[in-house]
């Protein structure tokens, strides 16, 4: 996938819980595609897939708690699987909120 749209570098060592709300356009006319995927140091937390075409505007939601023991990076990676007769989709506006937790049940 291509360069992150939203992190959080620097975090101590600690417990993590990340929400992420991404807003998107459709390109062009006919089948828009794309994959996002909320990831941390300690790897995936979520990914999601959306399918729209225009006029449609459609949003990400997703959530998921991770430990960074070593402190790190939480990260958010969208990109568009390359296959024929498929658009890419804009990602319009990105929010990611990082909130540290005692501890993840």
Same mark, same amino acid.
């Given at each position: 996938?291509?360069?992150?749209?939203?992190?959080?570098?620097?975090?101590? +060592?600690?417990? =993590?819980?990340?929400?992420?709300?991404?807003?998107?356009?459709?390109? #062009? #006319?006919? @089948?828009?595609? #794309? %994959?996002?995927?909320?990831?941390? *140091?300690?790897?995936?937390?979520? !990914? %999601? *897939? @959306? !399918?729209? /075409?225009? +006029?449609? %505007?459609?949003? =990400?939601?997703?959530?998921?708690?991770? /430990?960074?023991?070593?402190?790190?990076?939480?990260?958010?990676?969208?990109?568009? !699987?390359?296959?024929?007769?498929?658009? +890419?989709?804009? /990602?319009?506006?990105?929010?990611?909120?990082?909130? %540290?937790?005692?501890?993840?049940?």
């Amino acid at each position: 996938l291509g360069a992150p749209i939203v992190e959080v570098d620097n975090l101590p +060592p600690c417990n =993590y819980v990340a929400t992420l709300t991404v807003e998107t356009d459709a390109t #062009a #006319a006919g @089948e828009n595609f #794309a %994959q996002c995927f909320l990831e941390s *140091d300690s790897g995936l937390i979520q !990914q %999601q *897939d @959306e !399918q729209i /075409s225009p +006029p449609d %505007q459609g949003t =990400y939601a997703l959530t998921g708690a991770t /430990s960074l023991p070593n402190g790190g990076t939480i990260i958010v990676r969208c990109g568009t !699987q390359v296959k024929a007769g498929v658009n +890419p989709i804009n /990602s319009v506006d990105n929010s990611l909120t990082v909130i %540290q937790v005692d501890a993840i049940n």
